[in-house]
């Protein structure tokens, strides 16, 4: 979900000025008709009336009172050109726009007042730059609109309570967030969706972890971060079998998913009454120009892919150097049947990412500068040869190189062999009985994290057995 510190705008046109309106103020978008119905008056902005869900709205055009700047086509009947349903204070009222964008998240420290005039009969006082696009955008005071314009549709009285056994029919409008994804548009509830980034680097996550075998992580905001793949979500590739270059993130109840997207396309009010069959993620929805749209439901999203306990939030934040809050698999609301108190040593170290070992496992920690390494991967210990592996980000296996950067050799054994591990750093020592094991996925198929410290010192990192990789590498 996102931030209750940020502030959610949906980003519109109006000639040559980008506009930000804040999100739970707009109802939905629809089409301007070529030929609008006027609303004859001597002076004002009021353009037209449009008709929405059966009720009659005044429609209100901002150029016909403040100078917007040349828009890209001109005239009431423009090509492309849309109505905001806004809806403030029990009061209606549609905005001509020329065109949408993307639904914005602005930092309110970040807004600027530019006009201090206190005056009651202007509708821009601030503005704010929009990271994603660099846009600034001019904030409109939508219920001082509604009072400047002295026209819109009051809200019904309420309906009367229904007799006992009356069924209702489910109606439920909601903000969406259209995305193009694959060969599809999808919609994705707006409040879910938190940021749309270029996409990171990936790692395989794979079935092991309760995911589709095609399905990765990465590391975002220093949480772990799942990736779902179009194939789980039933989505076809794109017709020209592009790369999805954005990550869309999505947040639920303190989980996250990532979904790989082409673009950012709009925002859009849609009836959303129409679940999907039972089991399914998407239904089939049309907006108001007729074009399809995939509806996600979120709520079976996340109970569907397990893997978004990878990045439980929790009150401590984002942790550095790839670590996750202690939260992070707490399963907070499910069985805990996953978790238990470590009942032998790790050690937290620092390779492509932050990891931990069992202690048990590490026969000695040395300094890389002071290892007796031969340049061409390995290392003399006890007298014989021994293989080494880089561990380190962006390291394959040590090479020459090697033994001139800066780092520690943790020396693994098992059934006799012994292999060498170059890490970054090694951090910490978590004593038995002061963790918390956290599994994801199936006894024996999933991965294992170990959670440290409360509070705000709260951590985990994902458990590795180096012991197993040993038997492998010697």
Same mark, same amino acid.
């Given at each position: 979900?996102?931030?209750?510190?940020?502030?959610?705008?949906?980003?519109?046109?109006?000639?040559?000025?980008?506009?930000?309106?804040?999100?739970?103020?707009?109802?939905?978008?629809?089409?301007?008709?070529?030929?609008?119905?006027?609303?004859?008056?001597?002076?004002?902005?009021?353009?037209?009336?449009?008709?929405?869900?059966?009720?009659?709205?005044?429609?209100?055009?901002?150029?016909?009172?403040?100078?917007?700047?040349?828009?890209?086509?001109?005239?009431?009947?423009?090509?492309?050109?849309?109505?905001?349903?806004?809806?403030?204070?029990?009061?209606?009222?549609?905005?001509?726009?020329?065109?949408?964008?993307?639904?914005? #998240?602005?930092?309110?420290?970040?807004?600027?007042?530019?006009?201090?005039?206190?005056?009651?009969?202007?509708?821009?006082?601030?503005?704010?730059?929009?990271?994603?696009?660099?846009?600034?955008?001019?904030?409109?005071?939508?219920?001082?609109?509604?009072?400047?314009? @002295?026209?819109?549709?009051?809200?019904?009285?309420?309906?009367?309570?229904?007799?006992?056994?009356?069924?209702?029919?489910?109606?439920?409008?909601?903000?969406?967030?259209?995305?193009?994804?694959?060969?599809?548009?999808?919609?994705?509830?707006?409040?879910?969706?938190?940021?749309?980034?270029?996409?990171?680097?990936?790692?395989?996550?794979?079935?092991?972890?309760?995911?589709?075998?095609?399905?990765?992580?990465?590391?975002?905001?220093?949480?772990?971060?799942?990736?779902?793949?179009?194939?789980?979500?039933?989505?076809?590739?794109?017709?020209?079998?592009?790369?999805?270059?954005?990550?869309?993130?999505?947040? %639920?109840?303190?989980?996250?998913?990532?979904?790989?997207?082409?673009?950012?396309?709009?925002?859009? /009010? =849609?009836?959303?009454?129409?679940?999907?069959?039972?089991?399914?993620?998407?239904?089939?929805?049309?907006?108001?120009?007729?074009?399809?749209? %995939?509806?996600? @439901?979120? *709520?079976?999203?996340?109970?569907?892919?397990?893997?978004?306990?990878?990045?439980? #939030?929790?009150?401590?934040?984002?942790? *550095?150097?790839?670590?996750?809050?202690?939260?992070?698999?707490?399963?907070?609301?499910?069985?805990?049947?996953?978790?238990?108190?470590?009942?032998?040593?790790?050690?937290?170290?620092?390779?492509?990412?932050?990891? /931990?070992?069992? =202690? @048990?496992?590490?026969?000695?920690?040395?300094?890389?500068?002071?290892?007796?390494?031969?340049?061409?991967?390995?290392?003399?210990? #006890?007298?014989?040869?021994?293989?080494?592996?880089?561990?380190?980000?962006?390291?394959? @296996?040590?090479?020459?190189?090697?033994?001139?950067?800066?780092?520690?050799?943790?020396?693994?054994?098992?059934?006799?062999?012994?292999?060498?591990?170059?890490?970054?750093?090694?951090?910490?020592?978590?004593?038995?009985? &002061?963790?918390?094991?956290? %599994?994801?996925?199936?006894?024996?198929?999933?991965?294992?994290?170990?959670?440290?410290?409360?509070?705000?010192?709260?951590? &985990?990192?994902?458990?590795?057995?180096?012991?197993?990789?040993?038997?492998?590498?010697?």
């Amino acid at each position: 979900m996102s931030s209750p510190s940020l502030l959610q705008l949906a980003q519109a046109a109006i000639g040559a000025v980008w506009v930000g309106i804040p999100a739970h103020c707009v109802v939905q978008a629809i089409t301007l008709p070529p030929t609008p119905v006027l609303l004859p008056r001597r002076q004002g902005a009021l353009l037209a009336v449009a008709d929405h869900d059966g009720r009659l709205v005044p429609v209100v055009d901002l150029a016909r009172w403040v100078d917007m700047g040349a828009a890209a086509h001109a005239g009431g009947a423009a090509s492309g050109a849309q109505v905001l349903i806004l809806h403030a204070a029990g009061r209606t009222i549609g905005l001509k726009v020329d065109r949408l964008g993307a639904l914005a #998240e602005v930092a309110p420290g970040d807004i600027a007042r530019l006009h201090h005039d206190e005056r009651d009969d202007e509708v821009f006082q601030c503005a704010v730059r929009e990271s994603a696009s660099g846009r600034t955008l001019s904030l409109l005071e939508v219920e001082r609109l509604v009072r400047l314009v @002295d026209a819109w549709h009051q809200d019904a009285a309420p309906a009367p309570a229904p007799s006992a056994g009356a069924v209702q029919a489910p109606s439920e409008v909601r903000l969406y967030a259209v995305l193009q994804a694959g060969a599809a548009r999808l919609a994705l509830a707006a409040g879910t969706l938190t940021e749309v980034l270029p996409m990171p680097q990936l790692k395989l996550l794979g079935a092991a972890a309760g995911g589709a075998a095609d399905n990765a992580y990465c590391t975002w905001r220093g949480r772990h971060l799942p990736v779902l793949s179009h194939a789980a979500l039933g989505l076809e590739t794109a017709p020209d079998g592009a790369a999805p270059p954005l990550l869309a993130v999505l947040e %639920r109840d303190g989980l996250a998913l990532g979904l790989p997207v082409h673009a950012a396309l709009n925002l859009q /009010a =849609i009836e959303a009454s129409a679940l999907a069959p039972a089991g399914g993620l998407l239904s089939a929805v049309f907006d108001a120009d007729g074009a399809a749209l %995939r509806l996600l @439901d979120e *709520a079976r999203l996340f109970a569907r892919f397990t893997e978004a306990e990878l990045s439980r #939030e929790t009150d401590a934040g984002p942790r *550095a150097g790839g670590a996750v809050g202690a939260g992070a698999l707490s399963g907070a609301g499910r069985p805990t049947g996953h978790r238990a108190t470590n009942a032998g040593a790790y050690i937290v170290f620092e390779g492509d990412g932050m990891y /931990a070992a069992p =202690i @048990d496992t590490v026969e000695r920690i040395v300094s890389l500068r002071d290892a007796a390494t031969d340049g061409n991967g390995a290392m003399a210990w #006890e007298g014989r040869p021994i293989p080494l592996r880089d561990l380190r980000a962006g390291a394959a @296996d040590t090479g020459t190189g090697a033994a001139a950067a800066a780092g520690d050799v943790m020396v693994v054994r098992r059934d006799g062999a012994h292999v060498g591990y170059v890490v970054a750093r090694v951090h910490l020592l978590v004593p038995p009985g &002061s963790g918390r094991i956290y %599994r994801m996925g199936a006894a024996g198929a999933g991965w294992e994290f170990i959670a440290t410290g409360d509070d705000a010192a709260q951590a &985990s990192y994902r458990i590795v057995d180096l012991a197993a990789l040993a038997a492998l590498a010697a």
